[in-house]
């Protein structure tokens, strides 16, 4: 009997352990998604580099510094101009001599969409980054087609390009399709899927993607018939494109400089358009300053302050200018001259 119940014991406590385990494997079943979404979180959440604290510095404080920016930015590296510039744009700041005191020529994209940069900057840019891949130059109301002629001809490796987006920017755009169509060195070829780059005389040589989402048909129907190798807005797909893979760049949901700023702060441009709440009369108080007379104070503060140094340098400034005039004039030596005598004399009587 005895032996019975050991045996029955025995096989109760496997029967609990087994459950143990049982219950330990639906709980650890339950609890790998849960560290696999913690991770997530984690990672979501991780602190952003101090690269991109400190370049979210300079970008709330750009306005302060965009005067000395070609002397300020020769020192920066390739990988803080673009972000610098992309907060540019983003803080309406971005023109012809910020992208040009910024261009890199290790760039490889270029968005100067809803900017003011103008046929000028976008040429000297061209012509400083010839391996861009990807420019954008949507809703550009200062870039023509000469500008976009100048893009073609310095960046052989253009693939894909964003246009239109403004009245200014599709008749831009309009009118660069003679540009962007390629010209053949040999018109003897079957397919334009055939030809080698080196057939291609003229024109947009790499362009493939195009990014125009208000094209009108008949600019559709004749990039179909004359430049097939031109690809108008492409739709994203999980088999690409006739077998070729659809880039990023080329898809018009997302800013082309996004991923340049995904780790900066994006109150860093939005503090610029950031608009302060106006107070009702009830909750502010009657004893208070309005804007305009504390920034009058400030002034006068400021103005009070310097004083004293703008009666320095302009003292220095005449005493400057006497000495200018008496090495400059012959009458001025003269009197100096007998000045000095007269003073001798009279220390002598």
Do not use: Y
């Not at 980054?129 to 073609?152: F, H, M, P, Y």
Request: hydrophobic share 40%; net charge positive.
């Amino acid at each position: 009997m005895e032996k019975g119940k050991s045996a029955r014991q025995a096989v109760e406590i496997s029967l609990k352990k087994l459950d143990l385990n049982a219950d330990w494997n639906f709980k650890s079943s339950r609890l790998i998604p849960s560290l696999h979404s913690s991770k997530l979180r984690i990672e979501k959440t991780k602190p952003p580099s101090l690269v991109s604290l400190c370049l979210g510095v300079i970008g709330r404080h750009l306005e302060e510094i965009i005067e000395d920016l070609s002397e300020i930015a020769v020192n920066f590296p390739a990988d803080i101009k673009i972000p610098l510039a992309a907060i540019a744009r983003r803080r309406k700041l971005l023109n012809d001599d910020v992208i040009v005191s910024l261009a890199d020529s290790s760039w490889e994209i270029l968005d100067l969409s809803g900017s003011d940069v103008s046929n000028f900057g976008l040429a000297k840019v061209a012509e400083m980054c010839k391996s861009l891949r990807a420019v954008d130059i949507s809703q550009c109301k200062k870039i023509t087609a000469n500008g976009v002629s100048e893009l073609v001809r310095h960046c052989h490796s253009l693939e894909t390009m964003r246009c239109g987006g403004c009245p200014s920017s599709e008749s831009t755009a309009r009118r660069c399709l003679g540009i962007l169509k390629p010209k053949l060195n040999d018109v003897e070829g079957d397919s334009w899927e055939e030809l080698d780059t080196m057939e291609i005389g003229h024109g947009a040589q790499s362009l493939r993607w195009l990014v125009w989402p208000k094209i009108d048909e008949d600019s559709l129907e004749m990039l179909s018939a004359e430049c097939p190798r031109i690809i108008v807005n492409p739709k994203p797909s999980l088999f690409g494109f006739k077998g070729t893979e659809v880039p990023r760049e080329a898809f018009p949901d997302v800013a082309l400089d996004d991923p340049i700023v995904e780790d900066i702060d994006p109150k860093t441009w939005s503090i610029c358009r950031s608009m302060p709440k106006a107070m009702s009369p009830s909750l502010s108080s009657a004893n208070e300053l309005s804007i305009a007379e504390k920034f009058r104070l400030a002034f006068v503060e400021r103005d009070t302050r310097l004083a004293p140094k703008r009666a320095k340098n302009a003292r220095q400034h005449q005493r400057r200018a006497e000495r200018e005039w008496m090495m400059t004039s012959t009458r001025a030596k003269a009197l100096a001259l007998a000045s000095k005598a007269t003073k001798s004399l009279h220390g002598r009587s």
